[in-house]
């Protein structure tokens, strides 16, 4: 067991902490962006209006319903405790290239969504499955490669589920002294009740089509409450996150390799654009152009980072500086939002990040299963994978682990190094879907 760790970190280090995956990504959707000729910012009118339009069949996965999928799996507790990690860390002018990172990164998201339609297999009348292994086993002939990269996915959602379970133990018990065991008990139930249940739809999208707008909403309406209450501070803040991402003091102290690291890989671990996650969320709508899906997730990277994210970013900024002097995590959010609306700000947090979580733990449990479905067809496998998904709840509950941080970041890598090196060479099929897409709304637009 230590070897493993000892690997684990060795990879981690060189990955993460020379940040070698940073550089992969920034350049990939630099590149991308350029390729695409900006269309994450020329069709967001467009995009708008597909995710708006409803056009499934009676059964199958709407383009809506994938997005919640999609959003469910990058919308997680990291947007609270990552964001809040950045701003202590790397100060406010991480934020900025955090918002550059999403920005350029929706590009990328659109690229490999496109191409996870492209190339996955249909299993029935309206199901389809797929995502990054069926693109490197289809187009790229190679399976043993795709094996590699669905078993970091799962190894990546495993150590996902107990971060996320046990921030909502943790934040449960901070907040009301209950029993964690009680706590993880109870999360473990619901998780078992959404994904053992069998349904006409798949069950775990039923229920992120109700949990995401729920947890979204009730998340921004205060956002807005805050922004609202704070509107003379609004100017300032802005221009603190700007002055200190490009900051004289900064570059002068050496800081600024930090605050720019720090918001481009908090960016990046939270939208997901890069590593072909959302792959698994694409390939399974039910949606006959390749390149509208691939708009769709592209949205998603927005949402994530410069709404969801920013969101946590404006509460901690805007609140009294003396309230979340010297604290930090989800100290420094708990005292942010009690400063913003009083005593009921913890009962928020806690509601918020059970949503969250829960939100989290049911998106990557459905990216798993697929995983699964690539490595092997037995239908044991499945269950099996969900009794295991039941069981890292309940264990993540109870202990906290911070190597499981370790095997989260672990899986994150490989897969995102593994969806860069076969994705670039491909991108090119990506833009003549969008090519051809563009020709159709050009068409609908006349007419």
Not at 390 to 408: D, R, T
Not at 422 to 433: D, F, K, N, S
């Amino acid at each position: 067991m230590e070897i493993i760790r000892e690997i684990i970190n060795f990879v981690n280090e060189i990955l993460w902490g020379k940040n070698i995956l940073v550089v992969m990504l920034v350049g990939t959707a630099l590149y991308l962006t350029l390729r695409t000729r900006f269309m994450q910012f020329r069709l967001f009118g467009d995009i708008i209006k597909i995710l708006g339009k409803d056009d499934k069949n009676k059964d199958g996965i709407s383009s809506l319903e994938a997005f919640f999928l999609g959003t469910a799996c990058r919308v997680g507790a990291g947007n609270i405790t990552g964001v809040v990690a950045a701003i202590s860390v790397g100060g406010p002018g991480s934020i900025f290239w955090m918002w550059l990172v999403a920005l350029l990164g929706a590009a990328t998201s659109f690229v490999e969504s496109c191409l996870a339609v492209k190339y996955r297999e249909q299993i029935g009348r309206q199901e389809y499955r797929g995502g990054t292994p069926w693109i490197i086993e289809k187009r790229l002939k190679k399976r043993w490669l795709g094996v590699i990269y669905a078993v970091a996915s799962i190894v990546c959602y495993i150590g996902v589920i107990q971060v996320m379970s046990n921030s909502v133990t943790e934040s449960v018990n901070s907040a009301y002294k209950i029993d964690i065991q009680k706590i993880a008990i109870a999360l473990s139930v619901i998780v078992a009740l959404i994904v053992f249940i069998r349904g006409k739809k798949d069950t775990i999208i039923v229920a992120l089509n109700k949990i995401v707008p729920v947890m979204a909403i009730m998340y921004l309406l205060v956002v807005v409450f805050v922004v609202l209450t704070n509107l003379t501070s609004i100017p300032a803040m802005l221009g603190n996150i700007i002055s200190q991402a490009f900051g004289v003091k900064e570059i002068a102290g050496g800081g600024i390799g930090i605050v720019i690291m720090q918001g481009v890989r908090r960016g990046l671990f939270s939208n997901e654009a890069g590593s072909g996650n959302s792959n698994y969320a694409a390939a399974v709508v039910d949606v006959n152009e390749p390149a509208k899906q691939g708009m769709v997730q592209a949205l998603g990277v927005f949402v994530d980072t410069l709404v969801v994210c920013s969101a946590t970013a404006f509460i901690v900024l805007l609140a009294d500086s003396s309230v979340i002097a010297g604290t930090s995590g989800m100290t420094m959010f708990q005292e942010a939002i009690k400063s913003h609306i009083g005593w009921i700000g913890i009962p928020f947090t806690v509601i918020v990040l059970f949503f969250f979580s829960l939100s989290t733990i049911l998106g990557v449990t459905f990216y798993g299963k697929n995983a699964i479905n690539f490595v092997s067809e037995a239908k044991e496998m499945k269950y099996i994978y969900h009794v295991v998904v039941v069981l890292m709840v309940y264990i993540g509950g109870i202990e906290q682990n911070f190597f499981v941080w370790s095997l989260a970041d672990f899986g994150l890598g490989i897969m995102t190094v593994i969806n860069i090196i076969c994705l670039v060479p491909i991108a090119g099929e990506a833009i003549e879907e969008l090519k051809k897409y563009e020709k159709i709304l050009k068409r609908e637009k006349q007419n």
